[in-house]
């Protein structure tokens, strides 16, 4: 027992200098790499992997925004059904941490177009490479939808919590801030030196935007994500297209009764746009002070 502890020292000093060895990005006096055509995408855990082939990377955003979108998709609906509904913040954030643990290394894990955004105004990626995981992200959570619905017989949308002037108001006002409280701590744990290496940052995140689901929940569904008002928008639409066939062939028989009887799910146009403008105004206002804060980064 008394060998125990210095062997624990031991292993804890020789993990630190192992950590302190790892190359860093961009050390304090180094000069700034040459812009090269290939993007670093390892944004949030090291150590820095080797280049990936963009193939490789728009296939890891896409996986990455697939799971996120089905997260959201059958917590919203599996919330209609059971008394679990106060859970789905829970269970949306944690499968979004995994997810950026999973494929951090491979696309930077960005699954928002609100972080491409700020991402491009940081200078991280180019506007093509935003736009690039903007067309993925939404088409990832298109087909999450459509599959949230084979798999609970319903559609599932971030909706304002009162239809009415003031509801929009109010779903628009949390949507602006809380998406402004997520950008400015992925700007920090992505984006800057002393971060460069945070082997929690996913972690971190994963709590912040559970953090802000449950205070936002209330106002506007915690959406935060045009890509999912977009692509959960898309995919209801192909649902409600297809629901007549669907409930009237195999697929129909095998959801049960739930694909001919569950009521459509009514979501104004102006919705999508709503839950697009807050996370866009609040990346944007995110980055600004991020880069008025610390000029230096």
């Known amino acids: 027992m008394r060998a125990f502890f210095p062997s624990l020292l031991l292993l804890i000093i020789t993990n630190a200098r192992a950590r302190d060895s790892r190359p860093a990005l961009l050390r304090a006096g180094d000069a700034p790499p040459s812009p090269s055509p290939s993007a670093d995408y390892s944004l949030l855990l090291p150590p820095t992997p080797p280049p990936r082939s963009q193939r490789s990377v728009l296939l890891g955003e896409f996986t990455g925004s697939f799971l996120l979108g089905l997260a959201v998709a059958c917590a919203g609906a599996s919330a209609v059904h059971t008394d679990l509904a106060p859970l789905a913040p829970l269970a949306v954030a944690s499968i979004l941490t995994g997810s950026i643990y999973a494929f951090g290394s491979v696309s930077g894990a960005v699954f ?22 903007t067309a993925v992200q939404v088409l990832a959570m298109a087909l999450a ?7 609970y017989g319903v ?21 602006v801030l809380f998406t402004f409280t997520i950008i400015t701590v992925v700007l920090h744990l992505a984006t800057t030196k002393q971060h460069e290496h945070n082997d929690a940052a996913g972690l971190v995140l994963g709590l912040t935007i559970l953090g802000c689901a449950v ?14 008002a977009f ?14 066939a669907i409930a009237s062939g195999p697929l129909g028989a095998a959801l049960g009764a739930a694909a001919a009887e569950a009521p459509e799910l009514e979501v104004s146009p102006w919705q999508p746009l709503l839950f697009t403008a ?15 804060t610390l000029p230096d980064e």
């Open 155 to 175: 559609s599932a949308f971030p909706m304002v919590a009162e239809q009415s002037v003031a509801g929009y108001l109010s779903a628009g006002l949390a949507e």
């Open 278 to 292: 807050g996370p866009m105004l609040g990346a944007l206002l995110a980055t600004r002070l991020f880069q008025a």
């Open 231 to 244: 692509g959960l928008y898309l995919g209801k639409a192909l649902v409600e297209a297809a629901r007549p």
């Open 145 to 151: 939808g459509v599959l949230g619905f084979l798999i």
């Open 215 to 228: 205070c936002a929940s209330k106002a506007s569904s915690a959406c935060f994500n045009p890509a999912i």
């Open 112 to 133: 928002n177009p609100a972080v491409s955004l700020a991402l491009h105004l940081r200078g991280r990626i180019s506007a093509a490479d935003a736009a690039r995981f």
